[in-house]
């Protein structure tokens, strides 16, 4: 899930909702989502979440509330998110956060299977 590729779809509009905390993208494919504010800091690309390597990532706990407080393009490949917690270090790529799109509801499944398995309840926002 990173890198960028000549095939992927690329954002065509990207539209914070600071009040529902939802990031709406549409693709130029006509693919469009609203991811929310804690699943994109939850699976931000940065070393702090992903580690170094395999194995190395680091659950995230306690985002329910979080939300975006700037977007900035980096280039014509990626946008930097910085977080209401102060998290600002993932560059997210155009492929990635198509990733995140199309695979949403697998890997929040898999976010709630590892807060889970960690023995820790998500608060409902």
């Known amino acids: 899930m990173s890198g960028l590729t000549n095939n992927t779809p690329r954002p065509i509009d990207i539209r914070l909702h600071q009040a529902s905390r939802l990031l709406e993208i549409k693709f130029d494919n006509n693919m469009e989502c609203q991811l929310s504010c804690e699943f994109l800091r939850v699976y931000s690309p940065s070393a702090e979440v992903k580690g170094h390597g ?69 608060k409902e926002s």
């Open 54 to 122: 395999p194995g190395q990532e680091v659950l995230q706990m306690g985002k329910e509330d979080v939300n975006i407080t700037a977007i900035e393009p980096v280039g014509n490949y990626a946008v930097k998110l910085t977080f209401s917690d102060g998290h600002n270090t993932g560059l997210y790529s155009w492929d990635y956060l198509y990733d995140l799109a199309r695979d949403y509801d697998a890997l929040w499944l898999e976010y709630l299977g590892r807060l889970s398995a960690a023995g820790i309840k998500r």
